[in-house]
């Protein structure tokens, strides 16, 4: 069965320094969106992607994250200066339609020391 | 409560026996789905349920909907140690392009 990947499992980064997380999605998805989930708390939303661009939001998604499909397989979170609570598990979901079932990767676990 | 709350927070039954965590949420939404987590994994999706359903079945599973109530349930039959995980809901308020809210999740135990 056709699963969403992530890579790394787990990115451990200096706070201020760059981080980029990589998904790849089911190949015939259209949507695509990135959830974060912080220790012992609720699965948050971050950001939806369809056509190319932005769809939705969330206030967690501020100027220091940013999304981009740069080819046809990968979807990509950049997080420009890591702060100590950008300490959570990331993860990528893409579905089929927009109101079609979200299909989720296993995560990467981001440590900011 | 918060969009998508479940209860109980923590379930602990015998295999062979049901399992029924029930979520709450506020407003009205498009769908809601279902979703389990093992430790350190990632979600799995389980069941999907339209705003203008009752109920679906899948395999062991049985989800129903009350839109009046703004509330769902999930029921495992016959549980199996295996399904010890986190159970989540997550609503859908929009047509189209949905991101999910999640709900607080309720911890399943089987005991074998």
């Known amino acids: 069965e056709p699963e969403v990947t992530q890579t790394p499992s787990h990115q451990v980064t200096q706070m201020g320094q760059e981080v980029i997380l990589r998904c790849v999605p089911i190949?015939?998805?259209?949507?695509f969106y990135w959830y974060r989930q912080i220790l012992g708390q609720k699965v948050e939303f971050l950001v939806s992607f369809y056509n190319n661009e932005i769809s939705e939001k969330s206030e967690i998604f501020d100027d220091q994250f940013s999304v981009e499909r740069p080819d046809g397989s990968n979807f990509t979170l950049k997080i420009r200066s890591t702060k100590l609570e950008d300490s959570a598990m990331y993860f990528c979901?893409?579905?089929?339609?927009?109101?079609?079932?979200?299909?989720f990767g296993d995560g990467t676990r981001l440590s900011i020391l | 409560s918060q969009q998508g709350e479940e209860d109980p927070q923590a379930l602990s039954i015998q295999e062979g026996e049901n399992a029924t965590m029930n979520c709450s949420y506020k407003?009205?939404?498009?769908?809601l789905q279902w979703y389990r987590q093992n430790s350190g994994r990632g979600l799995v999706h389980l069941i999907l349920i339209r705003s203008n359903e009752r109920e679906k079945h899948s395999g062991r599973l049985r989800v129903t909907l009350d839109t009046s109530k703004k509330s769902s349930s999930l029921l495992i039959t016959a549980s199996r140690a295996a399904d010890t995980a986190s159970y989540f809901c997550a609503t859908a308020a929009n047509f189209g392009n949905e991101k999910l809210t999640f709900g607080t999740g309720t911890r399943l135990t089987i005991i074998p």
């Open positions: 190949s015939n998805h259209l949507y």
């Open positions: 407003t009205s939404i498009n769908n």
């Open positions: 979901a893409s579905s089929a339609e927009g109101n079609q079932p979200q299909h």
